[in-house]
Nanobody, 118 residues
């Protein structure tokens, strides 16, 4: 089992910055292959924002956040971060942390709300 706990959400003015954190814990965190951030706005589907391969550090981003958001990880603490810069009102959503486990499928955090005011 793996547990994911997000933090860092809140209210930010458009153009501002926010950093989200996701801490993974459990006996099998060593088998996490990749971690990612997804977001879901009201009435919308949950979409991938950014993903990072744990071992290599390879990243990929949704087109809508390229150049503004950055995902990183601290392998020693099993924590992944999402640095959100130059935020826009359309970034408003609940942000979910996701872990892609080699043997147990996907795990999800409970989400953290980000509101970007115009």
């Amino acid at each position: 089992q793996v547990q994911l706990v997000e933090s860092g959400g809140g209210l930010v003015q458009a153009g501002g910055s926010l950093r989200l954190s996701c801490a993974a814990s459990g006996r099998t965190t060593f088998a996490i292959n990749a971690m990612a951030w997804y977001r879901q706005a009201p009435g919308e589907q949950r979409d991938l924002v950014a993903r990072i391969h744990v071992a290599s550090g390879t990243t990929n981003y949704a087109d809508s956040v390229k150049g503004r958001f950055a995902i990183s990880r601290d392998a020693a603490t099993n924590t992944v971060y999402l640095e959100m810069n130059n935020t826009k009102p359309e970034d408003t959503a609940v942000y979910y942390c996701n872990a892609d486990h080699l043997h147990q499928g996907h795990y999800w955090g409970k989400g953290t709300l980000v509101i970007v005011s115009s």
